[in-house]
């Protein structure tokens, strides 16, 4: 009794989405997502390591193993941070490879929780003055929102600021008994009518209605095995994003309305480019629930939107963007990601290797999955009283770039992330290159960014 008491007070529980994350991990499909930081001056490593160290302190989530007894499977937290997870590199040193090889080698290497903290970080210095910070999170441990947060928490803890936000909830999760997403998806119910029905309603919709025929794919002509994943980028400056952004006001849309309606019309366009025929498209988004009182703890809360557009809404840009805002105003009101938490609380009732079985006939017959994701984090380290974001640094080292990369489950083969630092909107496209070239993924990146822009009147040449 007492072993077990001691163990409870060192574990985490998982709740559903994260257990049906990590089946999917477990079934060969990478549910690991990138923070890149570009720097300009010199970091200090030891100093940086212990930053990591107190971050990891913060939040337990981020030095925890993952343990299963009796089926169950939780987190076990680690006392002993051993070596730590910093990955030191500087291309003068590497041999055989190019600075850009070796972080996307180092990205791509798997990430075995069983073993390791469900986060690694790499400081690769490409020269005296010029230096990347990757942190790598395995996504059934924790979102991009507050992945962001534990990024931040490192900032600050290696310039020597402790924010008393993550004091206060550090140990939240520990001992906490039941699934704190079900139990925010049964308190919305008082708030809306008639809630069982439309949950009822949202499910049998999305998987037996809307599920045959499934949706429309983006058009490949590669096929491989690997699921290695690269990346490339697009950025906005801050003059072209405030353009699109007082677009999007004037047409009472968001700005994330603008990137769904891009993404729709950007497959149908791109398939058409390549002789096919597009029908309906599906685009998941992911939607941020945070329970009360989780808001500064490092874990997944999230779930996820999916939205469809047919052919005949998307022949009108306009009309696609007042589609687009209006379902989404629809799914959120009828409590559609409430509705998926609650299929997902069901799936993770399941032992890890049935549900193990139906991520793989998911992943098989393609039916469920949607055709592309796309996620926007927002603005970060944004400034409370002004629009501008702050330019952030460790030290004397200055940030000169943010960029968040999604990870890519099979029948999607690609994913759009997009993130504003500094007033300046950056996308990343990650792909396989089993199904595209670098060549190919640019373009499709290209073609995106091209109808973001035509949403405000203006194509880029």
């Known amino acids: 009794m007492r072993g077990e008491a001691r163990s409870s007070r060192n574990s985490i529980p998982l709740n559903c989405a994260e257990k049906c994350l990590l089946a999917l991990g477990g079934v060969h499909e990478p549910m690991l997502f990138h923070i890149t930081l570009g720097f300009e001056g010199d970091i200090e490593r030891v100093k940086l390591n212990q930053a990591i160290a107190l971050a990891q302190q913060a939040h337990p989530v981020m030095r925890t ?9 939780f987190r076990e937290i680690q006392e002993d941070l051993g070596k730590g997870v910093l990955t030191i590199a500087d291309q003068a040193q590497l041999q055989n490879t190019d600075y850009e090889s070796y972080r996307s080698s180092w990205m791509n290497k798997p990430l075995d929780i069983n073993r ?3 986060v690694r970080v790499l400081l690769l210095t490409k020269n005296e003055r010029e230096s ?3 942190f790598t999170f395995h996504h059934s441990a924790t979102d991009g929102l507050r992945a962001l947060l534990f990024v931040r928490q490192v900032i600050e803890s290696y310039n020597g600021e402790f924010p008393k936000s993550s004091e206060a909830e550090r140990y ?3 001992n906490r ?14 708030k809306m009518g008639r809630y069982r029905r439309k949950i009822i309603s949202s499910l049998f919709h999305r998987f037996v209605i809307a599920a045959l025929p499934p949706p429309t794919r983006v058009f490949h002509d590669k096929w491989g095995r690997s699921r290695e994943l690269r990346f490339c980028f697009e950025v906005m400056h801050r ?6 952004q007082s677009g999007a006001k004037a047409a009472k849309v968001g700005l994330n309305d603008v990137f769904l309606a891009a993404g729709y019309r950007a497959v149908e366009q791109w398939n058409s480019m390549h002789g096919k025929r597009s029908g309906k498209i599906r685009i998941m988004a992911p939607v941020n629930i945070s329970p009360e009182g989780f808001s500064y703890v490092v874990s997944n809360q999230v779930s ?14 306009g009309k696609l963007l007042r589609i687009v805002r209006a379902d989404t105003k629809d799914e959120i009101a009828h409590g559609a990601a409430l ?9 993770s009732r399941f032992p890890l290797f049935v549900l193990k079985g139906m991520c793989r006939f998911f992943m098989i017959t393609r039916t469920y999955v949607d055709t592309i994701l796309v996620t926007n984090l927002g603005f970060i380290w944004s400034r409370s009283d002004s629009q501008e974001a702050a330019v952030c640094g460790m030290g004397d080292a200055r940030i000169l770039d943010v960029a968040v990369s999604a990870p890519v489950v099979t029948p999607m083969v690609l994913s759009i992330a997009a993130v504003t630092y500094n007033r300046n909107l950056k996308f990343c496209l990650s792909y396989r290159p089993a199904f595209f070239s670098e060549r190919e993924a640019q373009m499709f990146l290209d073609l995106y960014v091209d109808e973001i822009k035509q949403h405000r009147g203006e194509r880029s040449t």
């Open 339 to 347: 509705s998926l938490v609650y299929f997902l609380y069901t799936c």
């Open 132 to 134: 990347s910070l990757v």
């Open 239 to 244: 003059e072209e994003l405030d353009r699109i």
């Open 177 to 190: 008994k039941g699934d704190e997403l079900l139990e925010f998806a049964r308190n919305q119910r008082s």
């Open 172 to 174: 939240i999760r520990v």
């Open 65 to 73: 193993i993952l343990r299963s007894r009796k089926l169950r499977l």
């Open 116 to 118: 390791e903290f469900p």
């Open 304 to 317: 996820w939107l999916s939205l469809a557009a047919t052919r005949t809404n998307r022949t009108d840009p």
